[in-house]
């Protein structure tokens, strides 16, 4: 058995409380905390059962490249019902970046712009 246990998912941005609310809003995440770890801002949500920790960064720092790009590439949510959430999040102002793809029989898969250029995917799988 690993001794490694999963804990979080960490995140920048220069407004974490704009960001915390995109998350609330369109997923349904919920707001666990705050703190100012060296004074800066970061907000603290639980997003389907995951830690995820939103922490303020200077205005000056440079935007992410355009993916693709090494490193993390995108958060992904699983659904039941691609359609209705694609319909959801669209109804919530949530830019559809690609899809809905069948990625292979029975899995089906959409993205979605989060701020900060972090992607969402939203993945279905049938039976």
């Known amino acids: 058995m690993s001794p490694y246990r999963f804990d979080h998912i960490h995140l920048r941005s220069p407004d974490p409380e704009a960001t915390a609310a995109f998350y609330v809003s369109a997923f349904g995440a919920a707001i666990t905390g705050r703190a100012t770890p060296g004074g800066r801002l970061r907000v603290m949500l639980d997003l389907a059962a995951v830690p995820l920790f939103v922490e303020q960064v200077p205005a000056e720092t440079h935007a992410p490249p355009a993916p693709p790009f090494l490193g993390i590439e995108h958060v992904g949510l699983a659904v039941d019902d691609l359609d209705a959430a694609l319909a959801d999040l669209q109804g919530k102002g949530v ?17 979605l712009q989060a701020p900060d250029g972090v992607r969402v995917e939203l993945i279905e799988r049938r039976g």
């Open 95 to 111: 830019p559809l970046i690609s899809g809905p793809t069948e990625a292979r029989p029975g899995v089906r898969i959409a993205f």
